[in-house]
């Protein structure tokens, strides 16, 4: 008999990551494809885990999805502007062929989680994760349970104060303008300077007014979760001095007004290489799910 | 033998408000005092709780506190400017004369409770209390539990996108100037104006900014931690006119983005008279208290 293994997607809107890995969360085997429609998709993840005995699935999706276990709609992705994609009953269609204990989350909440596993969280009681890339996104974690009461969280479309430097620019939300994602994530740096954000050399201002507006989020959320750990990945955070920005920006914010642990350990980037922390979060839900079923 | 009764203490920075209830949460008898030095306003509170057979305690308190069990300090009241209070072991105090299990968290924690059990919540799995007055504070409840990891929550001091009827008003945190508290509390209104805000009609355009604003802060907080309900108190939301400009505000801040319950349902003021929610708050929690020892 095969040995049992356990399943992670990463459900993304321009590319899905299946792997398998054992019980230990190593990775066996994984495959990529690009996002096109969803019955296409989902066929390739089904070819991909029927090969395998698989114990139980851990699903981090783009959102927004529906993740309420007793909802009419649960495993659904929700109202995306992405082709095909809205209403698509995503869990459903899986199960129908691999049918196996299934965790249904967001992207950031699986990462969140990896992160809270095996991680830079890993001794830690809460974190809070951020992906600033393409878009901006936030999981949250409190004693093992995901935040979020009657849905996930949206923290990329916070509200930010702007910065003075930054008082001509509208932002680039379709939605809210110049909410986080607006006026943060990677394609604002592009809108506000009209060059790409990798030939903007690393002095220039615009990168510490961006991390203004990163570190915002991190101090609002300081404040609203108190997390142990604030985690960044992402594309834009992946500069190595963006980390550095966004702490200076943190501490002439905060103002000495609320305790966290030394801004060195406070907020950092990921702890699991090659992006990893989807898949071992996904891996550890699915474990997780297994053990109870 | 005498019936065994709740306790409640609601420690604010002007007065202190004691209880004793039953454990159909009925207020038994009730105290109030100005709040002084610590050890004359803890002794007032010692020989309320002495003349019943008290069973068990719920504190909120003003803060900064530390409410973790396992920390040296728990039970202390941190830094605040408040003259005599920081670092003040209060619950420490308080058990050397009734030494029974006590409960101690915010004051804004302890309505948030009092409205999940018993008020505007009671049938929710998840809310959030805000309490807009002299100052500004958040309390959350997802699933039974205080939202809070390594320290009880702040979101008074949330910052906020500036209303652009507002451009020359500085705020009056003082640690963040324009926060939400700089900019919405109630002493925001008459540094602004000049004016005290008891004597602005309901139709001057000051009430839409501070409803801006707080509408600011419920939908931040309805991104990152998405509770059934958002329910508000204090001296500003007292004004009838104040829920409905801060529901208009909200849908405009929205913009169609996020999915929440109507808005009539979704942000509300309390449902518990004469402020009751704490108090209602602090006995549940110290019945919760008892039962687990």
Partial sequence: ????????????????????GNFEYEVVETVQFPTTTPMET????????????????GIGSFGPIDIHVHSATFGHVLSTPKKGWADFDFVGTLKKTIDVPTVFTTDVNSSAYGEYIKG???EADSVLYFTIGTGIGGGAIQSGEFIGGINHAEMGHALVKRHPRDSGFKGVCPFHGDCLEGMAAGPSI??????????IPIEDDVWDTQAYYIAQAAY???LTLAPEKIIFGGGVMSRPHMIELVRKNFVMINNHYVKTPP???????????DNGAATLGNFA?????????
């Fill in 285 to 293: 839900l699915a474990l997780k799910e297994f053990i109870k079923n």
């Fill in 1 to 20: 008999m095969s040995e049992k293994l356990l399943g992670s997607i990463e459900a993304g809107g321009t590319k899905f990551v299946c792997a398998v």
């Fill in 120 to 122: 830079a969280a890993r």
């Fill in 190 to 199: 592009e809108a506000r300077t009209g060059i790409k954000g990798e030939k």
């Fill in 263 to 273: 801004i060195e350990e406070y907020l950092i980037t990921t702890g699991i290489r």
């Fill in 220 to 222: 609002s959320a300081t």
């Fill in 42 to 57: 989902l066929q390739k993840a089904i070819d991909f885990f029927r090969k395998f005995d698989v114990a139980a699935i």
